[in-house]
């Protein structure tokens, strides 16, 4: 286990090209997930050529129930169509929709 010890200057400089090579082909694999999955930012695509998505929806309106997202992935949004679960799935995450009613 202590091998890294025993290494001499020329082995550790040996290694140099191989610690980069690994860390680059990290960091581009971790990229190119993220955006095929939308990590990264919040909102991946909802309203982009907005500087800020904001939506109103008058609680008259809603009737006796109501079902929002809260993944920004629902191609209805700022309704839920049930993204979620297939985000969940894919990042490991446990996002799921507001849900208001009424009693």
Known sequence: MDFYKKL???????LIPFGI??????YGTK????????IGKVNP???????????MVDIEDIGNKAVFCRCWRSKKFPYCDGSHNKYNESCDDNTGPLIIQKK
């Open 8 to 14: 001499s200057v020329e082995q550790w400089a040996a």
């Open 21 to 26: 090579a690994c860390a680059a082909v990290g």
């Open 31 to 38: 990229t190119i997930l993220d955006k095929k999955l939308g």
């Open 45 to 55: 695509s909802v309203k982009k050529n907005e500087p800020k998505v904001v939506d």
